[in-house]
């Protein structure tokens, strides 16, 4: 089935730790992003990939780290977590001309 | 990037015809319109995409005026199940720097 996987669903860190969420997506798209959703704010663009090796900031990329060292993955870093950054965050690919295929999103609260 | 404007909600009933309109003045040559469904807790889905006057597919259809200024997503015969959040964005999809606004939405709510 094609899809986009993000992992984990849920997630609570404490300030400060590091931590990873994984997207893959198993459809072959050039294109990757990242995205955050909070209530009242609608969906903010964090980084996006057109490509292997080729990333750029979004609107909201301040304490997000990316990479693209493979086509099909594009994890999503937080260096150092903070509470602002307690949100859902949803992963998207695409391939040319046709629309986004998004993960099921990932529920991160930092306390 | 051409900004849309969208109801903030809409309310239904169950079997009724819906028309979301959105509005996108400053839509460019090459822009195309996409909506996309939110369901609570879950990642937009992709519901259809058009350049210009009708199209449709097996979950809607967009209307779209010959000045583009707007258009208009029509989802017939309304269940329950469509209770969502709808987006409707406005770009180039074949551009490279891709940094399309999903904005707020339009809370559709259907009743029994």
């Known amino acids: 089935e094609a899809q986009v996987t993000q992992n984990p669903r849920y997630l609570i860190t404490v300030t400060g730790k590091k931590l990873t969420v994984t997207c893959s997506q198993n459809?072959?798209?050039?294109?990757m992003s990242w995205y955050r959703q909070d209530p009242g704010l609608g969906l903010r663009q964090i980084y996006y990939?057109?490509?292997?090796?080729?990333?750029d900031k979004g609107d909201v990329p301040e304490g997000y780290k990316v990479s693209r060292k493979e086509k099909r993955n594009f994890p999503l870093i937080l260096e150092s977590p903070s509470p602002n950054q307690t949100s859902l965050y949803f992963c998207?690919?695409?391939?040319?001309?046709?629309?986004?295929?998004f993960g099921s999103g990932t529920r991160l609260t930092v306390v | 990037l051409a900004k849309t404007t969208q109801p903030i909600s809409m309310d239904s009933y169950e079997g009724q015809e819906v028309n979301i309109t959105c509005s996108h003045n400053?839509?460019?040559?090459?822009?195309?319109i996409t909506w996309y469904q939110q369901f609570p807790s879950q990642g937009p889905r992709f519901i259809i995409q058009?350049?210009?006057t009708k199209v449709t597919n097996e979950v809607a259809s967009l209307f779209i005026p010959a000045d583009r200024k707007s258009s208009t997503l029509s989802l017939p015969r309304v269940s329950l199940s469509d209770t969502a959040v709808y987006y409707c964005?406005?770009?180039?999809?074949?551009?490279?720097?891709?940094?399309?606004?999903f904005g707020t939405g339009t809370r559709l709510q259907v009743f029994p």
């Open positions: 998207a690919s695409k391939k040319g001309n046709y629309g986004y295929t």
């Open positions: 459809m072959n798209h050039e294109y």
């Open positions: 990939s057109m490509n292997v090796e080729v990333t």
């Open positions: 400053n839509i460019a040559t090459n822009d195309y």
């Open positions: 058009g350049y210009k």
């Open positions: 964005l406005v770009g180039d999809p074949a551009y490279n720097t891709d940094k399309l606004i």
